[in-house]
C-alpha cells in the first residue's frame, strides 16, 4: 500500500490527471438539462434516514433516493469547509487549487466549472454558504453569507451588497434559490448552487423545530466512550471530544448566568459570546420561543448537575448536542422538499438533475467526538444523492468509490461540455446511469489545518474497497492502517501487524 500511496501522490503532483476528456455532446442547446447542486454544511450521512442510521427522519431528502442514486461510499478530498468547496468549483486536490484550509485565499481567477457553464450558454447563480472572499466568479447572480453566517436573521451579501435578512438562514437560502429560478430566462438552461449554512455548529434550529427533537432520547453511537486506545497519537490529542472539548453556552445551550452559578468554566473563550451573539440576533418574540422550550431543559439540568459522573454527562451532552444538530437538518429537509415541489409543479423535475450533498462528513458522537477532519470514515465520507430520472434508474444504490472532486467534470458531462484537460476528476454519469460498471480502486486524501481549532494533526493517505493507509505528519511521523472488512470502525490500527506486512508493501 504504501508503493501505492507513493504512486498516487507523485502522479497528482505532476499533474497527470486521468480525466478522460470527451467531445461535447450534441445535444441541442434546448435540451441541456438544468443543474440543482443542494450542498449543506456538515450534514453527516447517518442524519440522513435514506442511509438507514435512524436517527432521524429526512423524508424530502429521502425522495431523491427512492427516485434516483444513493451513494453510500461518496468520500472528500480534504474533510474542510472551503477547501472542499474550492475542490466542488475547481474539479481539482487542494494542493493543485491552492484552497489548502479555511485561512489560505482562494484564487477565484483561476478556471471553475460554473465559468464553463456561463461560457457554453448557461444562467448560473450561488445560493447560500461559500465561505471564501471575494466576489465569487462564474455566475450571474450571488447572495452569498459572509464566513460561516449566522442563523437568525442573517447578513447575505447579494451580488456585492451587504443585506440583513429577516427570517430563518435555511428557509432565506431556500426563498431566494426559488425565487432565482422563478426569475431566471426561460430560454437558456440554469445551473444552481444552493447552499445550506445548516447543519454548522453552533446548530440552531428554526423556531418550528426547537422542540423537534428535545424530548426524544437519541440512539448513542457504539464508540461513544472510546478511549482511542489502538491508534495513534492523533486520535488522542484531538480536541473534539463532546465531554471535553464542547462549548457549554455556544453548542449546548447551557445560558452563561448558569454555567457561571454553576462553576462551569469555558473551554474556548469564545464560549458565552457564541451563546448571546446568536441568540441576541433574535427579535423578543422569536427569544420568548426559544425561552420556552429551553428554559425547562436548563432547570432540570440545574437540579442534575451536581450528581451527574463524567459517563452521565457526556449522555447529556451528546442528547444535547444531536437534539439541535438533527433540529437544525429538519429545515434542510423542509427546503428539499420545497425545491422539488417547486421543481414538479413547473415542468422542471424531469429536466433537472438535482445533487444533494455536503462539504464533509461529520462525526455525530462515533470516536466520543464531534467535527470533521479526520480521514476516518464519518468525515470523510459525504451523504450523496442524485435524482436524473431521464438517465439514472430510480432506487439505484452505488458504493463507488467517487469523490467530490468528480463533482465539476459529472456536471460539465450532463452539460455536454468538456471538461478542461486539468481537472482531476472523474465523470460519473455513465456509472450513475448503469452504463459503465469499472471504476476507480482507491483514493487519495490530503488534510493540512494544523496547528488550528480542533488540533488533527496534518496527515494524506489513501482507501481501497478494503483498506486505509494514513499518514501523520508535521509535528509527528506515524502510520496507522485498517482494515475496513474486519475492522469497519477503524479502531485498531493494524500497520505494526505483521499479518499486514504485504498489505502495507
Ligand atoms: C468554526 C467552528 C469549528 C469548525 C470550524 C470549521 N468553531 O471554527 O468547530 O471546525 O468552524 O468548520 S465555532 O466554535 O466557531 O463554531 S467549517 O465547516 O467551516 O470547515
Ligand atoms: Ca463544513
Known amino acids: 500500500m504504501k508503493a501505492a ?74 474533510s474542510l ?57 462564474g455566475f450571474d447572480h450571488s447572495a452569498v453569507l459572509i464566513d460561516q453566517g449566522e442563523y437568525y436573521n442573517p447578513n447575505f451579501i447579494i451580488d456585492g451588497t451587504k443585506k440583513e435578512l429577516k427570517g430563518y438562514v435555511t428557509d432565506l437560502t431556500t426563498d431566494m434559490a426559488i425565487d432565482w429560478i422563478k426569475n431566471r430566462d426561460p430560454e437558456k438552461p440554469f445551473c444552481l448552487l444552493y447552499h445550506q449554512k445548516a447543519p454548522h455548529r453552533e446548530w440552531l434550529p428554526a423556531l418550528r423545530h426547537l422542540s423537534t427533537y428535545t424530548g426524544m432520547t437519541i440512539p448513542e453511537p457504539k464508540t461513544l466512550f472510546d478511549n482511542y486506545t489502538n491508534r495513534g497519537t492523533a486520535a488522542r490529542t484531538a480536541e473534539m471530544n463532546i465531554l471535553k472539548h464542547m462549548n457549554w453556552a455556544g453548542d449546548n445551550k447551557i445560558p452563561p448566568t448558569l454555567m457561571d452559578e454553576l462553576g462551569i468554566k469555558e473551554y474556548l473563550s469564545w464560549d458565552k459570546a457564541a451563546f448571546n451573539n446568536n441568540l441576541g440576533r433574535m427579535t423578543p418574540a422569536e427569544r420568548a420561543s426559544w425561552d420556552s422550550v429551553y428554559n425547562p431543559i436548563m432547570e432540570a439540568f440545574k437540579k442534575n448537575y451536581a450528581s451527574m459522573n463524567d459517563k452521565e454527562l457526556m449522555r447529556w451532552r451528546y442528547q444535547r448536542y444531536m437534539q439541535d444538530y438533527l433540529g437544525t437538518v429538519a429545515a434542510v429537509d423542509d427546503g428539499v422538499g420545497r425545491m422539488l415541489d417547486f421543481l ?56 463507488a468509490l467517487v469523490q467530490n472532486l468528480d463533482f465539476a467534470p459529472t456536471l460539465l458531462d450532463y452539460a455536454g461540455v468538456a471538461a478542461p484537460k486539468d481537472m482531476q476528476g472523474k465523470s460519473f454519469r455513465k456509472l450513475a446511469s448503469g452504463k459503465e460498471k469499472k471504476w476507480r480502486d482507491v483514493i487519495y486524501y490530503t488534510y493540512y489545518e494544523y ?55
Open 81 to 137: 469547509c472551503a477547501p472542499s468547496r474550492a475542490v466542488l468549483l475547481t474539479g481539482k486536490h487542494s494542493f493543485v487549487n491552492g484552497k489548502v484550509d479555511n485561512e489560505a485565499r482562494f484564487n477565484w481567477n483561476q478556471d471553475n466549472f460554473a465559468k464553463q457553464l456561463q461560457q457554453h450558454g448557461y444562467q448560473t447563480a450561488l445560493i447560500g454558504k461559500i465561505h471564501m472572499d471575494g466576489l465569487p466568479q
Open 451 to 505: 496547528p488550528s481549532i480542533h488540533m488533527v494533526k496534518r496527515h494524506y493517505g489513501i482507501r481501497t474497497n478494503r483498506y486505509k493507509l494514513i499518514h501523520f505528519y508535521y509535528d509527528t511521523d506515524e502510520w496507522e492502517l485498517y482494515d475496513l472488512q474486519k475492522d469497519p470502525e477503524e479502531l485498531n490500527n493494524v500497520y505494526n501487524d505483521p499479518g499486514y506486512a504485504d498489505t502495507k508493501r
Open 5 to 78: 500511496l507513493k504512486k498516487i501522490t507523485w502522479t497528482l503532483i505532476v499533474f497527470c490527471t486521468w480525466q478522460s476528456t470527451k467531445g461535447q455532446s450534441n445535444l441541442s442547446k434546448k435540451q441541456r438539462p438544468n443543474i440543482v447542486y443542494i450542498m449543506s454544511d456538515d450534514h453527516g450521512y447517518q442524519a440522513i434516514s435514506a442511509y438507514g442510521y435512524g436517527l432521524n427522519k429526512t423524508p424530502h431528502i429521502d425522495r431523491l433516493a427512492k427516485e434516483g442514486i444513493l451513494f453510500t461510499r461518496a468520500t472528500v478530498t480534504n
Open 344 to 399: 414538479k409543479a413547473n415542468g422542471l423535475d424531469e429536466h433537472t438533475i438535482i445533487v444533494y450533498t455536503s462539504d464533509q462528513g461529520f462525526y455525530l458522537g462515533e470516536h466520543g467526538w464531534f467535527d470533521k477532519r479526520f480521514m476516518y470514515e464519518e468525515s470523510l465520507r459525504t451523504p450523496l444523492l442524485v435524482r436524473y430520472p431521464a438517465e439514472i434508474p430510480a432506487g439505484t444504490v452505488s458504493d
